[in-house]
């Protein structure tokens, strides 16, 4: 009888498929995965420390850091937890504008998932037809914020400035153009033979496991729990805007899959809505010691001018008190708790990251596949490490 | 209705455990009693009134030079109606928490991360280490009376210092 002998595999940190930084050590017998252990924290930037001794205006473009796939959807969560915090409400526009830049970060998030997920498991076209329309995205950030990845278009009590007619166009231009794109990916995927062999029944979590484990976001959804923050505690208007939570049943792979892909025409929609029902007004609350007087006022009054500089220099102040506040990111919920203490700094600032307790179910999710589905595995619960090691 | 039930099944096992109920910026907010703490966090996931089946997040704050130093707070949300529920509980320095780690899974990262920061070691954990820093890396960064540039960023970094787990 032939002796079976394990043999230990270590993936990553420097690997393709990982996303990043993640490394995997796999314990292998033949090609079946017997046991794995993520390591992580090749990434930590110590985000949390340093924002203990940074002002608050000044922690927002850290919080493009975290899940950089999706820059815009994370200043949404730290912009609308300190705002809880301080007790201001943002005016209607800047909050449609926000529903804008942060449905469209998912969409990008979830355009660098297809592409990356797909090119994993073998599929190479799917990239370059992802790679192409999130460019359009890219391009509508540039436009609007002057920063193509990591946009910093929010602000505290607002967001950087109004919209420009080119960006409006530059969106219409997208909703119109994007159920092409999509339609595009499910013909090359969806019932690809292929691709459905080597995601159906991979990678299987139900509900009360995931649920355990602290899945969140489209991950958690594929198993069939509808938990999306935007119905369940909607934040900056969600409410106004009609969209469906798509659901998975059987939370395998490819119903994560489906999940996400379902999520690209939801998001679309909401930006649809919004850019249509944009409303008229001010994009920053009228708040001195919160924001920014416009350029032309500074040029003409100095008071104007001292306040500018004091914002820029000193930064709001918060109260003492503590806030939970959660957003829906695109990989899941994105929390950020919130101490103040009177002072122009956060005392403490948590970041509740999705992906860190993604990636902790990995050993679940991988342990009796193949080597080769752990690939497949990591892709359809889109981690990020920039979020994971923060 | 369910929540009040929670509470009061609670208070009927354990009578001591909730020291406070409030509400914060309209979030349920409860602090709980050192003694009994496991057993009043497992009443809060396997009740079937409003079980309280996902733990969001575990974080440690540093209140020094406040005695007990640290709060812990535990958010946990229910996928029943999704409510959240905060729950606090006050540790000294050095004094091993509960892992609630056998009640939810998700603990087990999340403490490790507390562990790892904030220095607040928990008993009956399964793999108790560190998470995002390495084996041999010294203090914890997050506690208060870590300076913000490191301890010893004046020195070359040499990576052959690094040990780490295997």
């Known amino acids: 009888m032939a002796e079976s002998k394990k043999m230990y595999l270590n993936m990553g940190p420097h690997h393709p498929a990982t996303h990043g930084v993640l490394r995997i050590e796999l314990e292998l017998d033949g090609e079946t995965i017997v046991n794995a252990t993520p390591r992580i924290g090749y990434l930590h930037r110590g985000i ?251 040029q003409k009054d100095i008071s104007a001018l001292i306040r500018r500089f004091m914002i820029h220099v000193k930064g709001p102040v918060a109260p003492e008190a503590e806030v939970y506040q959660a957003v829906e990111g695109a990989k899941g919920e994105l929390g950020f708790y919130l101490v103040g203490d009177g002072s122009e700094h956060p005392y403490r600032l948590k970041i509740r990251s999705p992906c860190f307790y993604l990636a902790s179910a990995l050993p679940r999710l991988m342990v009796g596949h193949m080597v080769a589905d752990a690939i497949a595995i990591i892709g359809s619960i889109d981690v990020v490490l920039g979020e994971i090691d923060r | 209705m369910s929540y009040k039930n929670v509470i009061q099944t609670i208070h009927k096992k354990f009578p001591e455990a909730i020291v406070n109920e409030c509400e914060n910026k309209g979030q349920r907010e409860i602090s709980l009693a050192k003694n009994r703490f496991y057993e009043t966090m497992r009443v809060l996931q396997e009740n079937t009134d409003l079980p309280y089946d996902l733990l969001i997040d575990i974080l440690g704050i540093d209140y020094t030079p406040r005695t007990p130093r640290f709060d812990l707070v535990y958010i946990l949300l229910s996928t029943k109606d999704f409510s959240r529920l905060i729950v606090r509980l006050k540790a000294e320095e050095g004094e091993e928490i509960p892992s609630v780690s056998s009640i939810w899974h998700s603990a087990d990262w999340a403490e490790r991360e507390v562990y790892d920061l904030m220095g607040i070691p928990f008993s009956d954990h399964p793999d108790l280490k560190r998470i995002l820093t390495w084996k041999n890396f010294e203090g914890h960064p997050l506690r208060k009376d870590f300076p913000l540039e490191g301890k010893d960023f004046d020195k070359p970094f040499d990576p052959e210092t690094i040990e780490d787990y295997t």
């Open chain 1, 48 to 298: 949390e420390k340093l924002a203990e001794n940074r002002n608050y205006q000044q922690i927002i473009p850290l919080t493009d850091r975290l899940d950089y796939a999706s820059a815009s959807a994370n200043n949404m969560g730290y912009c609308v937890t300190v705002e809880n915090l301080m007790g201001t409400e943002v005016p209607k526009r800047a909050q449609y504008l926000r529903v804008i830049m942060a449905e469209l970060a998912r969409i990008m998030g979830h355009h660098l998932w297809i592409g990356t997920h797909a090119l994993d498991i073998g599929a190479m076209s799917v990239v370059f037809y992802a790679f192409r329309d999130r460019e359009m995205i890219m391009d509508i950030n540039e436009e609007i914020a002057g920063y193509r990845l990591t946009p910093t278009f929010f602000r505290i009590g607002g967001v950087a400035h109004d919209a420009t007619p080119k960006f409006i166009q530059m969106v219409r231009d997208f909703v119109k153009w994007f159920p092409k794109g999509l339609d595009g990916y499910h013909k090359l995927l969806t019932e690809n033979k292929i691709w459905t062999t080597r995601t159906m029944d991979i990678g299987t979590i139900s509900a009360e496991e995931a649920v355990n484990y602290g899945f969140t976001g489209p991950s958690l959804r594929g198993s069939g729990v509808a938990y999306d923050l935007r119905k369940a505690f909607p934040y900056s208007s969600y409410d106004d805007f009609d969209f469906q939570i798509p659901v998975g049943d059987k939370g395998d792979v490819y119903d994560r899959y489906l999940v996400r892909m379902e999520e690209f025409s939801q998001s679309l929609k909401i930006i649809d809505q919004a850019i249509e029902n944009l409303p008229e007004g001010p994009v920053n609350v009228d708040n001195p010691w919160i924001s920014n007087p416009d350029l032309d006022e500074v």
